[in-house]
């Protein structure tokens, strides 16, 4: 920031994050919120101002990634025969280096839905304390599951428990350690060959009191469910968003129900891509067929969501860090109106983490802007774009941008 005055963006044509009229008005942020929008003719500037002129590009909301696990960008080299083996701490760095990626493709919000080794709580605490640049994290902690296949692959990202009163202790080991959300895992995983995403891998005894317990403390509840069985239980028993959602398409009864309970379905496309095709080989044959099955199905759900009112988040699931937009892209081309999966990736991600002042361009918002350059309604793709991605404010400082330096903002 600098000093006292405000910073003005002028001439942008604004995407509001929530399905307004595109506008082209001038943005005015103060002490890191938006305290006007100007349309039309820009009003008279303070002299002790800072002026950015972006007449020519489009301005939205910081985007917000409503699934992604920060644990999972590793990329280290692998290790040579004669290297000596690597440190761990090493993580640490690359940590930082994915959380300077998903600011340079516009993420200023991240939800993390579970990491190995509290690598997301490190992270966050990290980027609070100003050590390095990153997106806003909300983090689950680890990721409550009955014990299941998972938990022998997923080892520290996961805990295990059996039965609601462990449950219930499970949720507070997570409080304690400082979680901003809970997550349960309501189904087993596509990418787990021993799991069967299908039924319901917890009970209703178990998932009533995680959400109870969750809910008392004031914590969101977000639940892991590919098949009916759990997204059943998880919408019944009225947790606060769906990751996945797969089968959704079958239920139409549930869609209505999360409709008009405001419960957020997050539905992760590209990671069905990711096994289906884009990483396939990295992955066993059983689980490439059941995830081509579950990419169809994924898509149907899509529209079907969208079609009973339902919110909608956009969630990556996926890397790399800072091209998360690619989801964006996905929710279009399976045939969401460009202005819907913007809205996703702003408004609906605001709507899932459960915060109010973020993904909207409007008065008294916090001032996470993105400055790019092109009309995303017209090409969604300019967004996986970081060259296009000119100038991203978090909290009214620039944070990253193509712009490169932009005078006394920096
Ligand atoms: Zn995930």
Not at 282 to 300: G, I, S, T
Not at 329 to 338: F, I, Q, T, Y
Not at 340 to 347: F, K, S
């Amino acid at each position: 920031m600098t000093g006292t005055g405000s910073i003005w963006l002028t001439g942008a044509r604004v995407i509001d994050g929530v399905g307004g009229d595109v506008e082209r008005a001038a943005i005015e942020v103060v002490d890191g919120r938006i305290a006007g929008v100007h349309p039309g003719e820009t009003p008279p500037i303070p002299a002790d101002a800072t002026v950015v002129d972006v007449a020519g590009r489009t301005v939205l909301p910081g985007l917000i990634d409503a699934h992604v696990h920060l644990s999972s960008y590793d990329r280290l080299p692998p290790i040579l025969r004669g290297e000596a083996p690597r440190d761990p701490a090493l993580r640490i760095f690359d940590l930082a280096n994915g959380a300077r990626g998903l600011l340079a493709g516009g993420i200023t919000t991240v939800r993390d839905v579970g990491s190995e080794d509290d690598h997301a709580l490190l992270l966050r605490e990290a980027i609070r304390l100003g050590l390095t640049p990153g997106p806003r994290v909300l983090t689950c902690g680890r990721i409550l599951s009955a014990t299941a296949p998972g938990g022998v692959i997923f080892g520290s990202m996961y805990r295990e428990a059996d039965g609601p009163d462990e449950m219930r202790k499970a949720v507070r080991e997570q409080i304690r350690r400082g979680a901003d959300f809970i997550k349960i895992m309501s189904t087993g995983a596509r990418s787990v060959v021993f799991e069967d995403p299908e039924p319901a891998q917890v009970t209703r005894d178990e998932l009533r009191a995680v959400i109870d317990e969750a809910h008392r403390m004031g914590r969101r509840v977000a639940a892991h469910a590919e098949g009916l069985g759990g997204a059943r239980l998880a919408v019944e028993e009225g947790v606060d968003t769906i990751e996945h959602g797969l089968s959704l398409h079958r239920a139409p009864d549930l869609l209505d129900a999360m409709a008009s309970a405001g419960t957020v379905l997050v539905p992760t496309l590209t990671t069905v891509h990711d096994v289906a095709a884009t990483h396939a080989d990295h992955y066993p044959e059983v689980l490439v067929e059941q995830a081509k099955r579950q990419r169809d199905d994924a898509y149907l759900t899509l529209i079907a969501a969208h079609a009973a009112g339902v919110t909608l988040a956009m969630g990556f699931d996926s890397w790399p860090p800072g091209g998360n937009a690619l989801e964006l892209v996905r929710m279009v081309e399976g045939g969401l109106p460009a202005m819907d999966a913007l809205v996703a990736a702003t408004r609906g991600g605001a709507a899932a983490c459960g915060l109010d002042d973020l993904g909207v361009v409007a008065p008294g918002a916090i001032a996470d802007l993105v400055v790019v350059d092109g009309d995303p309604l017209a090409d969604a793709a300019i967004l996986t774009d970081p060259g296009r991605i000119r100038l991203v404010l978090q909290a009214g400082v620039v944070v990253a941008g193509s712009a490169g330096p932009v005078g006394p903002l920096r």
